[in-house]
């Protein structure tokens, strides 16, 4: 697995097969949901790394959904010292509740979920792990709220040894995110 993550202002993680982004859209897909008051996750992060990340939660439908070239991704943590978690399906919309299989890129499917976890900050990374096998569970689901569970083991290296891509990790935690409504527009005179 050759991989290369750059963590600012949004995520964006390369993966032999896969592409995952979250931050800025373009075209015609919904723009992510931003990071808002009652959106919360924790998880907790075991093997090469132990880790308890935790922090807010977005998501929303990347790309342009008029041509089909569109993800639907959760960003757990983008801003957290002990990691982020990203999970992403190419079906392009919102995921119904359910439980869904996380996979490497190469087997996820259409219908199903990649994940990676990144350990450290976005300032300072010290690994990246992209999950081969786990499960994510949709508890809900609306245009305004998503939360679920969560469980996988991943892998990949380490910031200090990144030629040696065989540590392991597993990753499980909670999430749930709920976004305000917009505030009625006041009646035009």
Known sequence: ????AVL??????????????AGATGGSGAAILSLARGSYFEAA???????RPSGEVAFGILGDTATGVAAFTITLGPESSDGAILFTSLEGKMPT?????VTDAEVAGATGFRALYIAGSAERPSGLF??????LEITASSAGHISGQFSFTGAGFLASDPSNESSEVTVS?????????????????
Do not use: D, N
């Open 173 to 189: 935690g909670a999430f749930s995110s709920t976004h305000p409504s917009p505030a009625p527009r006041p009646a035009q005179p």
């Open 8 to 21: 600012g202002f949004g995520v964006i993680a390369l993966t032999t097969g896969a592409f995952i982004s």
């Open 130 to 135: 992209r999950a081969e096998r786990g499960t």
């Open 97 to 101: 509740p359910g439980r869904y299989e």
């Open 1 to 4: 697995m050759k991989s290369v």
């Open 45 to 51: 992060v075991e093997g090469a790394v132990s880790a």
